[in-house]
């Protein structure tokens, strides 16, 4: 509903326009700028798309000066500390909370397509062993198109349901695959008696020649972390989602190209990155040379786990990660982790930096999810495919959210174009 208007002048040509301004339910209100070139004949600049709102949406709400963060209404503290992966799946999904009933149902239809097809798995072969996980994850994603295509009409709610329970439940099980390839050991097959982060511990774990036994604070840890990673509004790999399946794009293709967006380590690849940065730091004593250097623009080092586009008070989830460290780590009898006394000190020292704080640089969800995958057994490498499974919900929450919508258009930016003017062509013979 418009309630307010905002007044553009344009002083250069002596002209005004009365633009719309929407107001969501809470946050900022945005700008309706959809008639400004036809009115006035210009486009708004906004490189990385920090001002811009693409779409309207009902799914995810971030307050980031506040640090809040809620799925459809509900504060993530409250999911993290009541609430299940799957009931959050449902919720992102469905929009309200599930009766037991509809909950039982949906988990019931995850487990029903939690196997992959054989010849599916024979992709993997044709990876060499140390191969990216996320880069084989992502090609098989990209490769169940094929699998699915004739039988996938995005315009049938009932295809696209069948769609998220298969890509919600198969990542798991393509994500193990991917993990046992690089280790060389045979796939394990789901075990549909499990609870998901159990199933995936099982696979990921299990071997043919021994029982393998399934530890609870895993997986409870592991559901805690997807929990807290499951939605993000518009973040870069969601956004990249939306624009795929824009095009009227298979669904499975636009979700490959969610999962290659975040292997980036400015996103979902940063829980890889702080690892290897708290590694690389070592002690205490070489903290302030590694801040020194994070805060020299012409190093390219960046203090990994640490800003965030949205969040300029703290992040909501890091808080949770950070406490949540401290609980898993005592009842996995390692509390004296030195990774984590070492991330504890980092944190401490740089929030009293004034590079960090005149920048509003607070941890965000990767600088602690590491040390709880590593604590839990993940392998370094695997840490950005397990943010992908549990962001999978949201990426086609969105997707879902924006095919249903009867206003979809193609997402298709526009630019400033800052080449050489119309010029003739000369032939060769004739250039110096
Ligand atoms: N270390 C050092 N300096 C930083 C950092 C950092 N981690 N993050 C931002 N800055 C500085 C920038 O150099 C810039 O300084 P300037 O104003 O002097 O030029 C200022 O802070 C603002 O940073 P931008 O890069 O403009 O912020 P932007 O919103 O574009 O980037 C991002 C956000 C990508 C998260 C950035 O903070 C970053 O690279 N962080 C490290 C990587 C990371 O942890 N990514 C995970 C994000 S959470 C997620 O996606 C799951």
């Known amino acids: 509903m418009t309630q307010k208007t905002f007044e553009l002048v344009d002083q250069s040509n002596d002209r005004k326009m009365t633009l719309p301004v929407r107001a969501g339910t809470i946050g900022p209100s945005v700008v309706d700028i959809a008639k400004l070139n036809k009115e006035l004949g210009v486009f708004t600049y906004d490189p990385g798309f920090g ?51 509809q909950l039982d149902e949906f988990i019931g239809n995850i487990r029903h397509h939690t196997m992959i097809n054989e010849s599916l798995l024979r992709f993997f072969h044709g990876f060499h062993y140390d191969a990216h996980p996320m880069a084989m994850v992502s090609a098989v994603i990209a490769s169940m198109s094929a699998f699915y295509h ?24 393509i994500a193990a695959a991917a993990h046992k390839h690089s280790l060389g050991q045979p796939h394990v097959y ?12 099982h696979m990921l774990y299990a ?40 095009t009227g794009a298979n669904p499975y293709a636009a979700v490959a190209a969610g999962v290659s967006a975040l292997w980036g380590p400015a996103h979902g690849g940063a829980n890889e990155a702080v690892l290897s940065m708290l590694e690389q730091i070592g002690t205490v004593d070489n903290i302030p040379k590694f801040l020194a250097q994070a805060k020299d623009k012409s190093s390219h080092v960046r203090l990994m786990g640490f800003g ?38 980092l944190e401490e020292i740089a929030l009293k930096d004034e590079y960090f704080v005149a920048r509003k640089l607070y941890p965000n969800v990767d600088f602690y999810s590491g040390i709880i995958y590593s604590a839990i057994g993940i392998p370094r490498s695997m840490f950005t495919v397990m943010f992908a499974i549990a962001r999978t919900v949201g990426w086609v929450a969105h997707w879902q959210e924006m095919i249903g919508d009867p206003a979809m258009r193609i997402g298709r930016p526009r630019q400033l ?16």
Do not use: W
């Not at 949406?57 to 609430?83: H, M």
């Not at 071997?207 to 939605?231: G, N, R, S």
């Not at 003739?424 to 004739?430: D, F, L, N, P, R």
């Open 51 to 101: 001002m811009t709102a693409a779409t309207e949406s009902r799914i995810t709400y971030i307050d980031g000066d506040a640090g809040v963060l809620l799925y459809r209404g509900y504060p993530v503290e409250q999911l993290a500390e009541k609430s299940t992966f799957m009931e959050v799946a449902y919720l992102l999904l469905h929009s309200e909370l599930p009766t037991r009933k």
């Open 150 to 173: 004739d039988s996938m009409d995005i315009y049938n709610p009932r295809h696209r349901e069948i769609f998220a329970h298969r890509i919600i439940a198969k990542i798991a099980t």
């Open 190 to 201: 789901p075990r549909n008696d499990l609870d998901y982060c159990s199933n995936l511990l």
């Open 207 to 246: 071997v043919p020649c021994e029982p393998y036994e399934i530890d609870p604070v895993a997986a409870q840890a592991l559901d805690l972390l997807f929990i807290l990673h499951a939605d993000h509004e518009q973040n870069a790999s969601t956004s990249t989602v939306r624009l795929a399946g824009s």
């Open 308 to 345: 965030h586009r949205v969040y300029k008070n703290f992040d909501p989830r890091a808080k949770i990660i950070r406490e949540t460290c401290h609980k898993v780590l005592s009842r996995l009898g390692r509390s004296d982790n030195p990774l984590f006394e070492l991330a504890l000190r």
């Open 417 to 432: 174009y800052t080449g050489p003017a119309r010029r003739e062509y000369t032939s060769i013979a004739k250039r110096a």
